[in-house]
């Protein structure tokens, strides 16, 4: 299976390159650098309700260090990790999850209906918070849609 050998990729969109990476950021999160003009993409295995995922490149955008503020719908406490909060806003059946906040040291994962693209002037720093937005809906629903 070639994506096991491929557990992420860098675009250069600046310079027209793309790199794969024989690691992810398990563990090493803190090893990423912000850098203008290019995008850090690593594979996930999701588990439950992912039949919206099937027909997208990626599932979720990740933005760490910032939040949308003031717009939780939802929030889950003592969620052990980012992927169990995607899981959760995957599988969140009372309103269309549109983003989560997941923060590293309280553990609480936000749901949200909104995004960083509805509420911009909402998206705000946040140092030990990771904003999550769910590509997985209904391509109407996206900003930039992207598919296989």
Known sequence: DQGADCPAFSIDYNGQRCFTLD??????????????????????????????CRDKVWAFERVPGRKLEGFDDKIIDQVPNRRDC????????????????YNLVTLACSLSRETRRTQPDSFQPSRDTEYLENSCIATEQLSCPYKR
């Open 23 to 52: 690691r992810n950021t398990q563990g090493r999160g803190d090893d990423l650098v912000e850098r203008d003009g290019s995008n850090y993409f690593e594979k996930i295995c999701l588990r439950g309700k992912i039949e919206n």
């Open 86 to 101: 995607e899981e959760f806003c995957l599988s969140e059946s009372s309103f269309p999850c549109l983003s989560a906040d």
